[in-house]
């Protein structure tokens, strides 16, 4: 993971949540969906978060994605701290340290997976030749390379899954961020890019954090934890 | 793959909708770019630069004739070459077809329009046959004339001294131009001025208009001075300005043209407005999720408020460039068709009004949705809120 703040503290684990709360105004109502949820994930592992709708899976991963930011507590990511982080600069880190793969994979329909690929890379100051040979390569990794000038419309679901994977790690970064990867998915695919984010976990280094309501996705995870009504319940190891 | 070809991706994603703009916009830049000359034309001032001749009618319109003791004093003029009175006779054809009938002396005619090109009999016979009348070679052609035939036409205006509104005169004479332009305008007649001075009922010694040769274009605004000076405060107060100027003068009945011309633009571009702006924001609205998605890979709020803005901008520029490029040569065919009267310049004055045009549209359409792009939360986008 890489700073740009020299003075940070360096720790073993990727992600520290302290005590974070968030509500969100819906109407006149306010609700509050984390109540002082803590949580470590270490360097290099592979949890998936469960937990019934409404438990706050997806608000506790987009506040580690950076997507989002807590109303009270603190987030660390790397070590750094990016709870405090304004808009840009947390646009900033996003693009430098996390990949985030969807559900539904939300491609660009106008972009080939090429495109859809290299997108994240117009951020850096890489070449054009640069970026190509970048993209070629994650595409490789995802077993897409003979798929790289299609559009998504002309990929299965599985296929655009895998483009979508691709996007997330061309920028090479330490944390991947998944919401529901398999929810859109036949099993089989799903099986498979279940092994992919295994492969990716187990032979790159990628800390995963995996939202998933499906068990037999979780146990692609070396860690379960299970949320309910804001508040983390307890901890299982996976497979 | 560069952010331009994003934005020019993203600009093809519906290509029929993007055409059925860009035509939107092409047709109202082409129309921006036609009008904005005919405002350019109508609200310039006067402008004698290069002028061979000179329209003296009078001052307070060229309904009114003016009185033929002024020719002397006009000829007196330096700079004054030559000096020809016309008298409108306009005349209608069979039913109900109006013609462009003028009463002149031929002599003075031929000496101070050269451009008409007729054989030297012809004109011999225009000077000594007191009914006679020459046409041009489109309205000869119109109507199928013959010289040596009798031309019977009506006068609303004038009326023998008998008070017959029945008119006859003799064909004796088929005028062309001397080049194109010339040819072009030939849609008119003229009849010997002798003849319509002593046979109508009411106008005697009067002329519509004076036009003056001059022996020197760069005199023309002293000429023109020198003439309206010279009566001024007298009953018979003179407008002494170019042919352009006179011509354009003949538009300008119809109202205030660039108040018309002002108006209709801000018609095409409010009904502009409206279109483009409504395709740019349905264009927003159906990728709000893909605007979140760039924003969680990192794009900041001002880049996806300028990828907005820039696919605005590019349908805009592109629109207007076209539209503008197409109402350039249409400018100059529409010159040539209406002979030189009615001179539509889409010049650089005009393209620079329509760069600023382009500029105020692009922000017109699409800041609102740019700013919409902009302020989205990528939580609430991708959760569909």
Sequence with gaps: MRSPHGSEPVSDAMVQVHNVHKSYVRGKQTVEVLHGLSLEIPKGDFVALMGPSGSGKTTLLNLVGGLDTPTSGEVRVGGERIDQLSGGRLAEWRARNVGFVFQFYNLMPVLTAEANVELPLLLTN??????????AIVLEVVGLADRARHKPKELSGG?????????????????????????????????EILGLLQVLNREHGKTVVMVTHDPKAAEFASRILHLEKGQLLEQAAAA | MTRTGFVIANLWRKKTRTVLTLLSIVTAFLLFGLLQAVNVLFSAGADFVGATRLVTQARVSFTQSLPMRLLPQ???VPGVERVMWSQWFGGVWQENTQLIIQAVDPARLRDVYPEIVMPNAQWKAFESTRTGMVVGRNLANQYGWKIGQKVPI?????????GSKAWTFDLVGIFDGKDEEWQRNTSGGWINFAYFDEANQFARGLAGVYIIRLSDPDAA??????????????PDETKTQTERDFNIGFFKQIGDIGLIVRWILFAVFFTLLLVVGNTIAQSVRER???????????????AVLGFV??????LCVIGGLVGLAIATPLGVVITKASGGYLPLAVDAKVWLTGAIAVVVLSLAVGLLPALRAKRLTIVDALAGR
């Design chain 1, 126 to 135: 890489l070449s054009a030749a640069q970026r190509r040979k970048s993209v």
């Design chain 1, 159 to 191: 296929q655009e899954q895998r483009v979508a994977i691709a996007r997330a790690l061309v920028s090479d970064p330490a944390i991947l961020i998944c919401d529901e990867p398999t929810g859109d998915l036949d099993r089989r695919t799903a099986d």
């Design chain 2, 74 to 76: 006009i000829e007196s």
């Design chain 2, 154 to 162: 009506a006068s609303n205006i004038f009326p023998q001294k008998d």
């Design chain 2, 221 to 234: 605004s002293g000429v023109a001075a020198t003439i309206d000076d010279m009566f001024e405060n007298s």
């Design chain 2, 288 to 302: 709000i999720p893909e605007l979140a998605i760039l924003k969680t890979l990192g794009f900041k709020d001002g």
């Design chain 2, 309 to 314: 803005l820039a696919e605005a901008a590019a």
